[in-house]
């Protein structure tokens, strides 16, 4: 049985090699058609509807100047932020059992929060943006961000909120993959040399130098 009515399903229109578009159905399984893909779906984000309005001025240098000084920002932009920031306000009560939605709020408002973030602080202290970037912090290095993706390999300074100590997502998936990857070749169990804690090192070489000069 077909997932898809076949006799609804609408031409794939894409445009082809001549310039005129294909008249082929879509497939049993998914709808498309198994060429193009079918028509563009067009921007799904808030960012690529943007991106689509204002790629298509032919003078942008007023519309940059007014975004710059004006700030024209949508109210709805501003009220789903602050919606967001008061509930992202109550989840610095709780531990690890909040971050998963955490990641939510952020995935649903990060434009929104990313937007008025500032403004936001302006109005409610500085505790405000520690709070909102905290939240998106924890959302990109869930997410392996590419701008925060650095954290994987690199020691970095806990955000004072929404810090999971055992570490994001992404680090918790490289950690998999590693395990997974040294199993196929060592074996199962295989834990390696564990380096040596620096302070244990100096401690070491404390005593040493304590055995040799008791024994001159």
Not at 170 to 193: D, L, Q
Not at 194 to 209: E, M, N, S, V, Y
Request: hydrophobic share 35%.
């Amino acid at each position: 049985m077909s997932k898809f009515n076949l006799e609804t399903l609408p031409r794939c229109g894409a445009k082809t090699r001549s310039g005129n578009p294909c008249q082929r159905y879509g497939n049993k399984t998914n709808g498309r058609c198994k060429l193009h893909g079918g028509r563009s779906t067009g921007a799904k984000t808030k960012e690529g509807k943007l991106a689509v309005r204002v790629n298509a001025l032919l003078n942008p240098f007023m519309w940059h100047f007014n975004k710059r000084f004006n700030l024209e920002i949508k109210q709805a932009y501003i009220a789903n932020a602050l919606s967001a920031y008061l509930r992202l306000i109550e989840l610095t009560k709780l531990q690890a059992r909040g971050l998963d939605e955490i990641t939510e709020i952020v995935s649903q408002y990060r434009f929104e929060l990313e937007t008025t973030k500032y403004y936001i602080a302006e109005f409610d202290g500085s505790e405000a943006l520690l709070i909102i970037q905290s939240a998106l912090d924890h959302y990109y290095k869930d997410t392996a961000a590419e701008h925060l993706k650095f954290h994987i390999y690199s020691a970095v300074f806990p955000t004072p909120y929404f810090n999971r100590l055992s570490g994001s997502n992404a680090e918790i998936t490289h950690e998999m993959r590693v395990f997974s990857k040294t199993e196929r070749k060592k074996g199962f169990g295989y834990v390696g040399r564990i380096p040596t804690d620096p302070i244990h090192k100096a401690l070491k070489r404390q005593l040493k130098k304590s055995k040799a000069a008791h024994q001159i």
